[in-house]
């Protein structure tokens, strides 16, 4: 059996530990709702914008057709990867990059990987995996600005034909307990599935104008979307993670005390029997 004095430093060290993460734990609760909010008042937008421009993109006329539009056989594909730059997120990085690594080796094309995010960046470098681009640092705060570069490395690939589709790899955001890998086609944009009768628009100046300022915003709306969704469920995951990781030292703590109270009490029963055996020794040879 350990020492007493082992078991007070092993009881101090879990509970230095247990402060660290009931600390993380705040501080992600207190991320998370503001994380929450935001991605779940972008999602109107998002989709809003997706549906337009598939709209948009069935009424253009015969000309040419805008290089984002432009539909391929399916060489080789690009992967938007997105993960958290640091750990302490459950089975977040995990689950994405298990789903990351079944649709890249389950794509018959080749294929090219940006990745969002130290986690991403290091599994697949370790993996050989070339790697298109790499963006680090912007999983937490999620800022449009840091969705613009992302864009424009996607576009740039896509219309100099260096990949023929783009696809979003990201978690997301369902609920604080859950946050679901998973895989949307970012180019060529896909016309929305028509219910009943299709809407006819009247257009100012013309379709084609009209795309052609709006799909580059379309992109960097999508890519930021999934910067927020990630951002929401890095948050939630590390929430629960932190909280579980608690709970496991404040049991480890009570475990050790317990444990320790039975080495003290055999600890003192020692010593009295020692002191009542020498008590009678001394009264024998008296």
């Not at 779940?40 to 539009?69: C, F, I, N, T």
């Not at 298990?98 to 986690?119: F, N, Y």
């Not at 895989?183 to 929305?192: A, C, T």
């Amino acid at each position: 059996m350990p020492s007493l004095r082992d078991i007070r430093r092993r009881i101090r060290s879990v509970r230095n530990t247990a402060q660290i993460t009931r600390a993380m734990q705040m501080v992600a609760a207190s991320r998370m709702r503001r994380a929450q909010t935001r991605v779940l008042a972008a999602r109107p937008y998002s989709d809003a914008v997706r549906v337009m421009l598939g709209e948009l993109s069935q009424q253009r006329g015969e000309g040419d057709v805008h290089p984002l539009l432009q539909v391929r056989p399916e060489r080789r594909v690009g992967y938007i990867v997105y993960t958290t730059d640091r750990a302490f997120a459950g089975g977040l990085n995990s689950n994405t990059l298990r789903r990351a690594t079944t649709e890249v080796l389950g794509q018959p094309a080749e294929s090219d990987v940006i990745t969002i995010g130290r986690k991403g960046q290091d599994f697949f470098a370790r993996r050989g995996r070339r790697l298109l681009a790499t963006f680090t640092g912007i999983s937490e705060r999620a800022d449009y600005m840091d969705a613009v570069p992302i864009a424009r490395v996607v576009m740039d690939a896509y219309t100099s034909q260096s990949v023929d589709a783009v696809y979003l790899v990201y978690p997301h955001f369902v609920s604080t307990l859950t946050q679901a890998p998973t895989v949307r086609k970012l180019l060529p944009l896909e016309p929305p599935e028509q219910h009943g009768t299709p809407l006819e628009f009247i257009i100012e100046p013309n379709p084609e104008a009209i795309l052609n300022q709006l799909l580059p915003r379309y992109v960097e709306v999508q890519v930021y979307q999934a910067l927020l969704e990630l951002s929401a469920s890095e948050q939630s995951a590390r929430l629960v993670a932190m909280q579980s990781a608690t709970d496991n030292a404040n049991e480890l703590i009570q475990e050790l005390t317990l444990t320790y109270n039975k080495a003290r009490q055999a600890a003192i029963t020692k010593e009295i029997s020692e002191i009542a055996g020498a008590a009678e020794a001394l009264a024998a040879a008296g």
